[in-house]
């Protein structure tokens, strides 16, 4: 993987020098104000810190080093036979800044097969737990445990490692922590669903999309291409949500990636983060079971925009929020919605389930303004994800967040290789009491 790292020092450091002149010139420059409600409000709107791989624009949605998705779907290599942005080519272009080639993609996909085997206390720890622990916690266990894989922990811990180095062994840990995670996944999709299935070995012609899905038993080349599909729009959302802020939290204490980024996948699991996925379907399978309670099971015949209405307003009255829609930032339909949409009306536009998501994009928008408190209506990456996995056989809705933890790992720990590159200190904001801000507000 020499030319990548090569670019990179190039790159890492020029741009560290940039952040140090940048900041000689105008480190002392206000840029916004802070008030009450913000700081008991989850800090939305508070520009408090620097993430350099994709940055997040409320009616445009997100991009990666400045491209749109949509650009990436045209612009990013694809895998042999697929009509789809390859996941490795995301990875490149987020750390360096740069659109790969084809070729130097298809080394990324070489170089991560070789990264991917696990330790043997770590399969072990997998093939021992127990089915009913959700798989997003035993992902994040055992992400944590290769920690004693970890080649900057073992470095730093000699004592006489230069701060310049760190950045590279950020890099080689977090290279290894992305090949490994397809294969930590696998293992709980085979052991927790279908009886501890061998997942067979990692083909080092494959890239990483292809190989994850033949892992869980999946060969259709539509799942293939839409598992490459998922893996680039999942990776990063700029630096606040809350994987991406928690790996930058816990990377800013110099605990290793493998350390950071298990504590990120625990933020994922929750379910107004990336739980939501899971929980979008099995409110839909909810919805159709009530829509054929009198029908036989027939739910399809009494789809209609009236019967959604209904079922909506009864998930808000009973003080539920409709998973799969609003966000913290965006203000517009999500364009990860919109990538999974055209998918959708390319490889399955007949399907009864896309019917139900399409029309509850009709529907919910409208009723979340009546209902006056979300201030975005529209739907999120969630929305959409689960009925394309449903699709081609994927129908196990707990371990949808496992797709997404092993699609973030590509975003947030590509921005811990900036921020280790830039020497960002560790992250400590100020909190205060609520008699300290009275008294605040009071001598103000
Ligand atoms: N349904 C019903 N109420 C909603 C809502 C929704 N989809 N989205 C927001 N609200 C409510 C929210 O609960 C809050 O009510 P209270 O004042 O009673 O607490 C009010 O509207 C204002 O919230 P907001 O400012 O619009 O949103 P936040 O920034 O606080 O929260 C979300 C953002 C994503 C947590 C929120 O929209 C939500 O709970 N959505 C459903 C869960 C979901 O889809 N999460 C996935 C987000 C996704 F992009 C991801 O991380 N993968």
């Given at each position: ?271 107004l983060h990336g739980l939501a996925n899971q929980e979008v379907l099995s409110w839909l399978t909810k919805i159709k079971a009530r829509l054929g309670e009198k029908n036989g099971g027939n739910w399809q015949e009494n789809l209609n925009k009236k019967s959604l209405s209904d079922e909506v307003w009864n998930t808000l009255n009973s003080g539920q929020v409709i998973p799969g829609y609003g966000h913290a930032v965006l203000r517009k339909t999500d364009p990860r919605y919109t990538c999974q949409r055209e998918f959708a ?100």
């Amino acid at each position: 993987l020499e030319p990548l790292y090569e670019r990179l020092r190039e790159i890492l450091p020029k741009h560290a020098q940039d952040v140090k002149e940048f900041r000689e010139a105008h480190g002392g420059e206000a840029i916004g104000i802070l008030t009450v409600d913000m700081a008991y409000g989850g800090m939305r709107g508070i520009k408090g810190m620097v993430s350099e791989t994709s940055v997040l624009d409320a009616d445009e949605g997100i991009r990666f080093q400045g491209h749109t998705l949509l650009e990436l779907q045209e612009t990013l290599p694809r895998g042999p036979g697929g009509q789809e942005p390859l996941p490795e080519g995301a990875l490149w272009l987020l750390l360096t800044g740069e659109l790969p080639t084809q070729k130097e993609t298809t080394l990324l996909s070489k170089d991560l097969a070789r990264r991917a085997e696990l330790p043997h206390h770590v399969e072990q720890m997998l093939n021992n737990f127990p089915k009913e622990l959700h798989p997003m916690a035993q992902l994040s266990a055992a992400v944590t445990a290769l920690h004693s894989e970890s080649k900057f922990a073992k470095a730093y811990a000699t004592g006489d490692t230069p701060k310049s180095k760190y950045w590279e062994l950020t890099l080689e840990d977090s290279l290894d922590l992305i090949a490994k995670l397809p294969v930590i996944a696998a293992m709980i999709y085979n052991n927790v669903f279908h009886n501890g299935r061998p997942i067979g070995k990692i083909d080092p012609e494959k890239d990483l999309g292809a190989n994850f899905a033949n892992m869980m038993g999946f060969t259709d080349e539509g799942f293939v291409d839409l598992l490459r599909l998922y893996l680039v729009i999942h990776a990063d959302h700029e630096g606040g949500n809350v994987s991406a802020h928690t790996t930058h939290l816990v990377g800013s204490a110099l605990s290793d990636p493998y350390l950071a980024y298990g504590a990120a996948l625990n933020g994922l699991a929750g379910p107004l983060h990336g739980l939501a996925n899971q929980e979008v379907l099995s409110w839909l399978t909810k919805i159709k079971a009530r829509l054929g309670e009198k029908n036989g099971g027939n739910w399809q015949e009494n789809l209609n925009k009236k019967s959604l209405s209904d079922e909506v307003w009864n998930t808000l009255n009973s003080g539920q929020v409709i998973p799969g829609y609003g966000h913290a930032v965006l203000r517009k339909t999500d364009p990860r919605y919109t990538c999974q949409r055209e998918f959708a009306l390319k490889h399955m536009p007949d399907s009864d389930d896309f019917k139900l998501v399409s029309m509850l994009y009709e529907v919910v928008p409208d009723i979340l303004l009546k209902h006056g408190k979300a201030k975005n209506p529209w739907p999120n990456v969630d929305a959409h994800s689960g009925i394309l996995l449903q699709h081609y056989g994927m129908t196990e809705m707990n371990f949808y967040t496992v797709l997404f933890g092993v699609s973030r790992a590509i975003g947030v720990l590509t921005s811990l290789v900036w921020s280790r590159s830039m020497g960002l200190p560790l992250e400590r904001p100020k909190s205060m009491s609520t008699p300290g801000l009275k008294a605040f507000v009071a001598a103000a």
